[in-house]
């Protein structure tokens, strides 16, 4: 049996793949255009992957272990557990710099809620955000920077779904940057349950 061509790790790969989601869609999407981001021929990514589906799917799989990831670099940054809250909310949409590219990722997301497999690994990443977002809350309440009492269970699902609704907000009125708006979303979630010096 062949060894697995080397040179380019995988995660160079999927990490290209959505650089190439990005600029043109999951339908538009080839393994020609991901491998001459990386440099090499398409014939590697179907040794390595088997289709475009199977690069799709690793992609998927990739972005539960990324959840994670970007909870340790968020905590890894900041004192505080609502400025990592504020980071981690923001590089979860790192990769969108424009309303076109946010449609672009949107259309894969549109993939993952009527493929059975991309599904289970979308609702894998879903729960992993939230339980990050909990955990923050929960951390911040610990510190003294959220009131005694907050409910960060349901402060965490009203996080999320604001992260769900801005992107589409910002990409339909395309006032300021995904970042700022994020930014300024979260702290007005979070307002009321700031606790207040005195």
């Known amino acids: ?34 491998a001459g981001e990386v440099g090499l021929v398409p014939g590697t990514l179907v040794q390595r992957f088997g289709s475009k589906r199977g690069l799709l799917v690793a992609l998927a799989a990739q972005s539960v272990q990324d959840a994670d990831v970007l909870l340790e670099r968020a905590c890894g940054s900041h004192d505080s557990a609502l400025a990592a ?10 990769d969108v710099a424009t309303p076109q590219t946010y ?12 493929d059975p ?8 990443v879903h729960r992993a955000q939230g339980r990050a977002i909990q955990s923050l809350l929960e951390a911040a309440v610990t510190a003294g ?20 609704g801005v992107g589409l907000t910002w ?14 979303e979260i ?12």
């Open 117 to 124: 497999e991309l599904h289970e690994h979308a609702l894998a």
């Open 171 to 184: 990409a339909l009125d395309r006032r300021g940057t995904l970042q700022e708006r994020l930014q300024r």
């Open 103 to 114: 449609a672009n990722h949107l259309a894969f997301l549109c993939m993952d809620l009527t």
């Open 1 to 34: 049996m062949a060894g697995r061509p080397r040179g380019v790790d995988d995660a160079v790969i999927l990490r290209a793949a959505v650089e190439v989601i990005g600029r043109v869609g999951p339908a538009k999407l080839t393994l020609a255009a991901v």
């Open 145 to 164: 920077e959220l009131r005694e009492g907050t409910d960060v269970a349901a402060v965490a699902e009203t996080v999320q779904a604001v992260v769900a």
């Open 85 to 94: 809250l504020a980071a981690l909310v923001v590089d979860s949409m790192s």
């Open 187 to 198: 702290d007005t979630v979070l307002a009321p349950h700031v606790r207040k010096e005195t």
